[in-house]
């Protein structure tokens, strides 16, 4: 008589929250094939279109005909092959940092740097809306946890004021369902003059922001000392797969003697880090695809505004519009979907409470054309999900 998932799965979609995951048929790209249906896509974070660019493919195809395809074993045993190291080296470089550690995924990145650097006895702050993984990372590490209001210096520096032990500040640097930055000149100062370490998760940064792609911390120029602890994920606008931490060569080691989501897992396909080696490259120096997301993005806000939409304070291509309700947010997705354009609602727990919403997101691969059709197709579908709200 116990676990009734029935139960539990009938409450879930009472709520609206029900969840089911779209059938892709194809490659990312402006235009999908979703459950058979051709569709105009606004939901990926493939932000410079770099998940199908030819050259990337071409460099997987390589590096699985030279490397095989599975990485074989952990890093620490025998599984840390020529193209994790050299990716490593390219990361290293291109964030400023003298070390870089290269990950499967981004949430295993956020589990092993928190947890190799605070334990019980000391204490992780995190801002209120930080992704899952970080959240997830703060409560396994069994440091003492708490988390300030979004993005305020003075929710941080009142939990500061009464931290124990070893003080990690957790945010991160584009929020990943708001499209905000994190104010790091205010935060990162606050820690530091209370002796705390500062860790940036930048999964959506790095690419579309910065003139070289370097993310909020070239946005910002911190450095190694505002920024003990980088982190970037290579699934979003890298276009493949992954995460590194990049920071000290003290951390770097800390972090290969100490995280077990680093020691006990194997390595990812050298293939993907030779496709990484490649889309590296094509991110920072192919800036026409930024600058042509700034266009789509400041058209976007413009058309958005003058049609009564409610916009959240983004500059990056991720750009929601805030429904609050789940169920309206469900009805306006289905109504876009009916008029060929697919964008997700995103509803709590991944937001809060009341914050229900369509994450609008746009890439490099998106024409102006396209970005019109949705905002023609918002204009008419918006007032119909608005109307009693
Ligand atoms: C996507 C994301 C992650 C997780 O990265 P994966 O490589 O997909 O596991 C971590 N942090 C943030 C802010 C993200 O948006």
């Given amino acids: 008589m116990t676990f009734d998932l029935a139960t539990r799965l009938a409450e879930r979609r009472a709520a609206h929250l029900y969840r089911q995951?779209?059938?892709?048929?194809?490659?990312?790209?402006?235009?999908?094939?979703?459950?058979?249906?051709?569709l105009l896509a606004f939901c990926s974070?493939?932000?410079?279109?770099?998940?199908?660019h030819p050259e990337?493919?071409?460099?997987?195809?390589?590096g699985a005909g030279r490397w095989g395809v599975g990485g074989g074993a952990s890093h620490l045993v025998?599984?840390?092959s020529t193209p994790h190291h050299e990716l490593e080296e390219a990361l290293?470089?291109?964030?400023?940092?003298?070390?870089?550690?290269?990950?499967?995924?981004?949430?295993?990145?956020?589990?092993a740097a928190v947890t190799a650097l605070v334990g019980q006895g000391d204490t992780v702050l995190?801002?209120?809306?930080?992704?899952?993984?970080?959240?997830?990372?703060?409560?396994?590490?069994?440091?003492?946890?708490?988390?300030?209001?979004?993005?305020?210096?003075?929710?941080?520096?009142?939990?500061?004021?009464?931290?124990?032990?070893?003080?990690?500040?957790?945010?991160?640097?584009?929020?990943?369902?708001?499209?905000?930055?994190?104010?790091?000149?205010?935060?990162?100062?606050?820690?530091?003059?209370?002796?705390?370490?500062?860790?940036?998760?930048?999964?959506?940064?790095?690419?579309?922001?910065?003139?070289?792609?370097?993310?909020?911390?070239?946005?910002?120029?911190?450095?190694?000392d505002d920024v003990p602890v980088l982190v970037g994920t290579l699934g979003?606008?890298?276009?493949?797969?992954?995460?590194?931490?990049?920071?000290?060569e003290e951390l770097i080691e800390t972090l290969i003697q100490f995280a077990r989501p680093y020691i006990y897992t194997t390595s990812q396909p050298p293939a993907v880090a030779c496709a990484t080696l490649r889309s590296l490259e094509l991110l920072r120096t192919e800036s026409w695809r930024r600058d042509h997301l700034n266009k789509l993005i400041g058209r976007f806000r413009a058309g958005a505004a003058e049609i009564g939409l409610s916009l959240m304070d983004s500059p990056t291509p991720i750009q929601p519009l805030l429904v609050g309700d789940s169920e309206r947010a469900l009805q306006l997705s289905a109504l876009l979907k009916e008029r060929g354009l697919l964008v997700g609602a995103i509803r709590p727990p991944t937001v809060?409470?009341?914050?229900?919403?369509?994450?609008?997101?746009?890439?490099?691969?998106?024409?102006?054309?396209?970005?019109?059709?949705?905002?023609?197709?918002?204009?008419?579908?918006?007032?119909?999900?608005?109307?009693?709200a």
Avoid at 45 to 52: I, R
Avoid at 56 to 62: G, L, N
Avoid at 95 to 110: E, H, I, Q
Avoid at 236 to 248: E, L, N, P, Q
């Fill in 352 to 388: 809060p409470a009341g914050g229900a919403r369509l994450r609008v997101t746009f890439s490099a691969l998106h024409s102006e054309a396209q970005l019109e059709r949705l905002l023609d197709a918002l204009a008419e579908c918006w007032p119909q999900v608005n109307r009693d």
């Fill in 126 to 224: 995190e801002d209120r809306l930080n992704h899952a993984s970080l959240l997830d990372a703060g409560l396994l590490s069994g440091a003492r946890f708490s988390r300030y209001l979004h993005n305020d210096a003075v929710s941080l520096s009142k939990r500061l004021e009464r931290a124990e032990g070893n003080t990690l500040v957790v945010s991160d640097g584009v929020f990943s369902m708001d499209g905000d930055l994190a104010d790091l000149p205010t935060l990162c100062a606050e820690a530091r003059s209370k002796g705390a370490w500062m860790m940036v998760d930048d999964a959506h940064g790095f690419g579309p922001l910065g003139a070289t792609g370097g993310g909020i911390v070239e946005h910002f120029g911190m450095g190694l």
């Fill in 45 to 52: 974070n493939d932000y410079l279109g770099l998940a199908n």
């Fill in 236 to 248: 979003k606008a890298f276009g493949t797969a992954g995460a590194f931490v990049a920071g000290s």
């Fill in 78 to 80: 025998i599984g840390h």
């Fill in 92 to 111: 290293a470089e291109f964030t400023g940092r003298p070390r870089a550690l290269l990950f499967s995924t981004g949430y295993m990145a956020n589990l």
């Fill in 21 to 38: 995951r779209p059938l892709l048929e194809g490659p990312q790209g402006s235009e999908v094939v979703v459950d058979g249906q051709a």
């Fill in 56 to 62: 990337v493919i071409a460099a997987m195809r390589a």
